[in-house]
């Protein structure tokens, strides 16, 4: 049977601040997070020097509103925070270096396409001029009737079809400071048939497959193997087309993409070298490029410890911002090449932190507080079978000086009493004795060990064998799917309590019945080299007990198959009958754009109504012919009750 732990009370030799440090609060929070007096987690959403927001009061105050965990909170003030310090290290890296191009930067709203916030992402970008980026037909019809100034830029990745692209072009007639990138070469042909059909001059890019490439996880979406963009040979022969048809001019700005969360920041010189040079040779050639735009890959530091890891990112953002700048000027200023304005699209740096999940622990199960006797008497050795009465003479006779040995003979008697027990051998009471005996010198091994400045690679395990399991009220695959899929580890640590030493050790378990629902994987703690399977945690005691996962606001709010606001694909169910004949039994069909726009709070008649007038208001100042309405209003009509999907 395991104990119950007593009520939790402050400890005098455990501060907030030892908290902090053993979460790494400072490190990975940059400001935006603290641990306050109160031992409870804070947020500073207008960063380290505004006001702070107590997690744990906010969430009682939530739940007196009938508002329960598991809670996302937003935060948009610090939505706006890093939209002003990515454009402030821009501005001061463009100062210092006496920099003649300007910066923009886009958001991918495939990053968190939530409504709200793609609108605070327009908003608070608005003062530096920030636009957005488009990659899929649903997120084409999202921004296209959400953004009106001409000034804020719309960029279109991905691939794209023949209605797409005339789509586009006709969006520029509307005013709409839109540029589809071709990402393969056939789309240059339709650019060119609608841009005559239409008789329009427009702006569009080019994304180039680079040589080099960044590092990290997702360093395989760059380089001359991703799967979007034109090799440099494609390139030249796009040049030479638009060159045929008098349209070099309209090719304004070139593309490429570095990689995502690059944690190496040597990785990204030699890329914006090599960006820069295309620049300058295409610039050589004729073509109209007054743009740069180098794509996603600044990292978020999600484990805090500043270094090369995949959760991490060894540079500041400002020096993300002077090499940039810098590599691309010297390019610029060795070919005598005017400098390029400059595009980044750094969604996860963007939005990651402003978003935080919060849930309640429900129950508890560990191996540290097995109920057993200081020592057991002549007469119960007597009674036990050999493997389990050397389990409990190792128990009882366990000291600092004896535990490797110990602990080894208590490996092999824990085997030896299981196999008697399938024998026949050895009574179930027995068993379960040996078990908790086991479990026990497991746990006081452990505490030996962890003084040790050098763990023995033996017992590097220990840690996540007993450690405890607490179960929580939330689903890893609904709110953190990134950790389900691809093992991203992201800050967690209780909001409250900070004033008690974490004594345990353990691991998250949802409430959902897969075995993969459970967060298994932390940030290293204070000391680097620590496991990093076992997440310190306070005694559950039956009150309750909340947790938080920070930096959640990048890919993690819409599942996987709205990723790009691409919906469920149609199903259909097949049988085959006993002569081998096929049967169609049913078909589901999938989601059109409009329900999948639904489900991220669009209003999809609205965003009609909107695009709608801008289509009118351009056709009274002639800029748009009747017909070109026509085909650009039933393009949006009908692209609202289509799939998701090309057709």
């Known amino acids: 049977m395991l104990s119950q732990s007593t009520t939790p009370t402050a400890d005098t030799r455990w501060s907030p601040a030892d908290s902090a440090a053993v979460y790494r609060v400072d490190d990975w929070g940059k400001g935006l997070f603290q641990i306050n007096a109160h031992g409870n987690l804070a947020v500073c959403p207008a960063g380290p020097d505004g006001p702070a927001v107590d997690l744990m009061r906010l969430t009682a105050d939530l739940e007196q509103r009938d508002l329960s965990t598991p809670l996302l909170l937003r935060f948009s003030d610090i939505l706006r925070y890093r939209l002003d310090a990515i454009a402030g290290a821009f501005a001061k890296a463009i100062a210092d270096h006496d920099y003649r191009g300007s910066y923009q930067a886009?958001?991918?709203?495939?990053?968190?396409?939530?409504?709200?916030?793609?609108?605070?992402?327009?908003?608070?970008?608005?003062?530096?001029?920030?636009?957005l980026e488009a990659g899929s037909k649903p997120e084409l019809l999202a921004v296209m009737a959400m953004i009106d100034d001409p000034n804020t830029p719309i960029i279109c990745n991905g691939f794209k079809d023949a209605s797409f692209i005339e789509a586009v072009i006709l969006a520029t007639k509307l005013g709409k400071n839109i540029i589809p990138v071709i990402e393969k070469f056939?789309?240059?042909?339709?650019?060119?048939?609608?841009?005559?059909?239409?008789?329009?001059?427009?702006?569009?890019?080019?994304?180039?497959?680079?040589?080099?490439?960044?590092?990290?996880?997702?360093?395989?979406?760059?380089?001359?193997?991703?799967?979007?963009?034109?090799?440099?040979s494609e390139?030249?022969?796009?040049?030479?087309?638009?060159?045929?048809?008098?349209?070099?001019?309209?090719?304004?700005?070139?593309?490429?993409?570095?990689?995502?969360?690059?944690?190496?920041?040597?990785?990204?010189?030699?890329?914006?070298?090599?960006?820069?040079r295309v620049y300058a040779e295409l610039r050589k050639m004729g073509a109209g490029?007054?743009?740069?735009?180098?794509?996603?890959?600044?990292?978020?530091?999600?484990?805090?410890?500043?270094?090369?890891?995949?959760?991490?990112?060894?540079?500041?953002?400002?020096?993300?911002?002077?090499?940039?700048?810098?590599?691309?000027?010297?390019?610029?200023?060795?070919t005598d090449?005017?400098?390029?304005?400059?595009?980044?699209?750094?969604?996860?740096?963007?939005?990651?932190?402003?978003?935080?999940?919060?849930?309640?622990?429900?129950?508890?199960?560990?191996?540290?507080?097995?109920?057993?006797?200081?020592?057991?008497?002549?007469?119960?050795?007597?009674?036990?079978?050999?493997?389990?009465?050397?389990?409990?003479?190792?128990?009882?006779?366990?000291?600092?000086?004896?535990?490797?040995?110990?602990?080894?003979?208590?490996?092999?008697?824990?085997?030896?009493?299981?196999?008697?027990?399938?024998?026949g051998y050895c009574s179930i009471e027995h068993r379960g004795l040996a078990e908790r005996l086991f479990f026990s010198i497991g746990s006081?091994?452990?505490r030996y060990v962890r003084r040790l400045d050098d763990i023995p690679e033996e017992f590097a395990s220990l840690d996540v064998m007993l450690s405890d399991i607490y179960f929580c009220n939330c689903s890893i695959f609904q709110s953190l799917p990134d950790h389900w899929a691809i093992d991203q580890t992201f800050p967690v640590l209780p909001i409250h309590r900070h004033r008690e030493e974490p004594r345990c050790k353990g691991i998250l378990a949802d409430i959902t019945c897969d075995s993969d629902g459970k967060i298994d994987k932390f940030i290293p703690g204070w000391r680097e080299d620590e496991a990093d399977r076992?997440?310190?945690?306070?005694?559950?005691?039956?009150?309750?007990?909340?947790?938080?996962?920070?930096?959640?606001?990048?890919?993690?709010?819409t599942l996987g198959d709205l990723h790009n606001l691409f919906g469920d694909?149609?199903?259909?169910?097949?049988?085959?009958?006993?002569?081998?004949?096929?049967?169609?039994?049913?078909?589901?069909?999938?989601?059109?754009?409009?329900?999948?726009?639904?489900?991220?709070?669009?209003?999809?008649?609205?965003?009609?109504?909107?695009?709608t007038k801008s289509i009118e208001a351009a056709v009274r100042k002639s800029r748009l012919t009747l017909d070109e309405a026509r085909t650009l209003r039933r393009f949006y009509e009908r692209g609202l009750s289509e799939s998701t999907y090309l057709t």
């Open 337 to 423: 090449t005017p400098h390029p304005r400059i595009i980044t699209e750094s969604g996860r740096a963007m939005a990651a932190h402003h978003s935080v999940l919060i849930f309640d622990v429900l129950g508890w199960s560990g191996f540290d507080r097995f109920e057993l006797p200081q020592s057991f008497t002549d007469e119960a050795l007597d009674t036990m079978p050999q493997p389990v009465r050397t389990l409990a003479e190792a128990y009882t006779g366990l000291t600092e000086n004896n535990y490797v040995e110990y602990y080894h003979d208590a490996q092999v008697a824990r085997d030896q009493a299981l196999s008697l027990f399938n024998l």
């Open 186 to 232: 056939s789309e240059l042909q339709l650019i060119i048939d609608y841009a005559k059909l239409h008789n329009v001059r427009p702006r569009f890019g080019v994304r180039v497959k680079l040589a080099s490439r960044g590092t990290g996880r997702w360093e395989h979406s760059a380089g001359q193997r991703s799967k979007f963009g034109l090799f440099v």
């Open 444 to 446: 006081r091994v452990l």
């Open 289 to 334: 490029l007054d743009t740069v735009d180098v794509g996603g890959g600044l990292g978020v530091d999600y484990d805090g410890t500043a270094s090369p890891r995949d959760s991490s990112m060894n540079y500041s953002l400002q020096e993300y911002a002077n090499d940039i700048v810098f590599h691309l000027q010297n390019v610029c200023d060795a």
């Open 106 to 131: 886009v958001y991918p709203i495939k990053v968190n396409q939530q409504r709200h916030v793609v609108e605070e992402m327009l908003e608070h970008g608005s003062p530096h001029r920030f636009g």
């Open 235 to 276: 390139t030249l022969d796009l040049v030479e087309r638009l060159r045929d048809e008098d349209m070099l001019d309209c090719l304004t700005l070139l593309h490429c993409h570095v990689g995502s969360q690059i944690n190496d920041i040597r990785s990204l010189k030699p890329a914006i070298t090599e960006l820069g």
């Open 534 to 557: 076992v997440l310190p945690l306070h005694p559950f005691t039956g009150a309750k007990y909340y947790l938080a996962v920070c930096l959640v606001g990048a890919y993690q709010e």
């Open 569 to 611: 694909t149609n199903a259909i169910h097949v049988a085959i009958d006993q002569e081998g004949a096929i049967e169609i039994r049913e078909v589901v069909e999938g989601d059109t754009v409009r329900e999948v726009l639904g489900y991220v709070q669009y209003e999809p008649d609205e965003l009609r109504r909107k695009f």
